[in-house]
């Protein structure tokens, strides 16, 4: 199976027929994210990307190609959920073994407390059976999710502060009283130098999340729901999606065997999908401040950047040599529970 790629334009969708495709071809699409079941096609006469009308508006679905021996699969990637930035599929990413990630079993999200009725109707119709939040219980105290009837709910908590800090999406009392608190930091020379350098902690952030007591166990119980049967369709969240979120796409993605290019591929989409999120929130914070220095900071805190996911990186790779070997030493997962992850999360090779 390989990849076909799918994505958006409002109301149109582009497809790109790759060079392998015997012409005319017929792009079958429909709910099965195997694409084994769906009987509606396309014709396509060009190669390259073609656009067309969104054939249903009401469902995200997948589409395949067949060319002699090989098959493509593909998706949009965001989930239609218009009161959510960031979720997203999973599926579509190649593992160095040439295996495909499957489409249509796990997705990563902000979160759900922000779903309207139509958005609660959406993921119970697509059949989620887990949901794993990775927010802290104060988070969860303040926001819980929106039921979703056909899913079990379960919380890893990381226990990643500034995450948390750094997600947070409205503005408190005790936000403003931060704002005032670095306002204050910064009327030194030596308090402007040292907020110049809090700019880089989210780095400090994802090295604590790579090797945190409390964070690799919650990262521990993650994959043990993955391991188990029955558990898919299933999304995992933080608050924004971004940092906890982050670094458990990257151990997913990493354990089938994904290479590093397209996990900060992945991990970097989240910049694009929340780039409107981030814009309202500085919006409300310079309502509070307009120091430039204070600003920088807390735009630091919703970033994602190649260096945030280099410090988890980094670190695992200096105390354990490869994702593998951090996998297997700090996760607990053996060969044979990555060959099992593999075949339950991969497609299988034509």
């Excluded at 729901?225 to 796409?249: E, M, N, Y």
């Excluded at 040599?321 to 607990?332: C, D, I, P, S, V």
Aim: aromatic share 10%.
């Amino acid at each position: 199976m390989r990849a076909l790629e799918v994505k958006r334009n409002e109301n149109e969708l582009a497809i790109y027929i790759p060079d392998a495709a015997v012409l005319p071809a017929n792009v079958y699409y429909g709910l099965d994210n195997s694409g084994e079941t769906n009987t509606d096609f396309i014709e396509f006469t060009e190669k390259g990307w073609q656009t067309i009308a969104d054939p249903n508006k009401d469902e995200r679905l997948y589409f395949q190609l067949k060319a002699n021996s090989e098959s493509f699969i593909g998706a949009e990637r965001r989930l239609p959920l218009t009161k959510l930035y960031n979720c997203r599929d999973m599926g579509g990413y190649l593992a160095t073994d040439g295996r495909l990630t499957k489409w249509g079993e796990v997705f990563r999200s902000d979160a759900l407390h922000q779903i309207d009725t139509a958005g609660q109707a959406y993921i119970e119709r697509i059949g989620v059976k887990r949901i794993i939040d990775f927010r802290s219980p104060e988070e969860i105290m303040k926001n819980p999710n929106k039921r979703i009837s056909t899913s079990e709910l379960a919380n890893f908590n990381p226990h990643a502060d500034m995450a948390q800090q750094a997600s947070t999406q409205s503005i408190s009392k005790k936000d403003e009283d931060k704002i005032a608190q670095l306002e204050e930091m910064v009327k030194t020379e030596e308090g402007r130098l040292q907020l110049v350098k809090n700019r880089n902690v989210m780095i400090k952030q994802m090295e604590q999340l790579a090797i945190g007591g409390k964070a690799i166990e919650a990262y521990k119980q993650f994959f043990n729901v993955l391991l188990q049967d029955s558990v898919t369709p299933l999304i995992f969240h933080c608050q924004g999606g971004k940092d906890r979120t982050g670094w458990a796409a990257a151990l997913y993605l990493g354990a089938l065997g994904v290479g590093k290019e397209q996990i900060y591929q992945d991990y970097l989409l989240t910049e694009k999908m929340n780039a409107p999120r981030n814009a309202k929130r500085m919006k409300i914070y310079k309502k509070y401040t307009d120091n430039e220095d204070v600003l920088a900071f807390l735009s630091s805190l919703q970033q994602t950047r190649v260096d945030y996911l280099d410090g988890a990186y980094k670190t695992i790779e200096t105390r354990y040599g490869t994702m593998k070997e951090y996998l297997n030493e700090a996760l607990g997962i053996d060969g044979n529970q990555l060959e099992i992850l593999r075949t339950k999360y991969l497609y299988d090779i034509d």
